[in-house]
């Protein structure tokens, strides 16, 4: 076998590796994510729709978040948690596995027993007061997102984010269960008693 053809070969099975140990994102894996992020992106519209200033400034307790807040700190955290995704995928893979499993992911943004406090960087400022210019804001994030996992190729799975020690495909997850949180929040603002009729 000449030198050339044995250039070749060896090109061709380091072609072949990469391709079978990148495998990539999965479409089960593409269409759940999808599918989360539509359910929490819709609800949320739902849940802010035909509110009143009053409705999305109230208060539980004084010490609560308004609705308002609620959504200024997905706002806040949106490009946040976009950062840390990147950051997450541009770091060689290696052995590291994530600490947790999907359901545990999915639990977070059902199970609101245990409260979490916003570290003070993602907390929301109480400066949004205009909620559709906030949904705006949470559109664009939003849309980003969705457009990034329904054209990946990277191996989500094989990335760590290092402050959740989740893998990526979890991370992205993770911030559409996060909002899902966020929502039953704003729903038990809204069942409290005192929670103005208009």
């Known amino acids: 076998m000449g030198l050339r053809r044995v250039a070749v070969v060896v090109a061709v099975a380091v072609i072949a590796s990469s391709v079978l140990t990148a495998a990539g994102i999965t479409d089960q894996e593409r269409q759940n994510l999808l599918s989360h992020m539509a359910m929490t992106s819709s609800w949320l519209i739902d849940e802010l729709s035909g509110l009143s200033e009053a409705q999305t400034e109230f208060r539980p307790k004084p010490e609560a978040w308004s609705i308002a807040q609620v959504l200024e700190h997905l706002v806040v955290v949106a490009p946040i948690y976009w950062d840390d995704l990147q950051t997450a995928l541009k770091q060689p893979t290696g052995g590291e596995r994530s600490r947790m499993t999907d359901a545990n992911v999915l639990w977070y943004g059902i199970d609101r ?55 990526a495909y979890q991370w992205a997850l993770l911030i559409s269960t996060h909002e899902q949180r966020h929502i039953l929040q704003i729903r038990d603002i809204k069942a409290d008693a005192r929670f103005p009729k208009k």
């Open 113 to 167: 027993t245990w409260r979490e406090q916003a570290i003070p960087t993602e907390r929301a400022p109480g400066k949004l007061h205009d909620i559709r210019a906030g949904l705006e804001a949470y559109r664009k994030h939003h849309e980003r997102l969705r457009q990034f996992i329904e054209t990946t190729r990277d191996d989500l799975r094989a990335h760590i984010v290092k402050r959740q020690g989740s893998d």
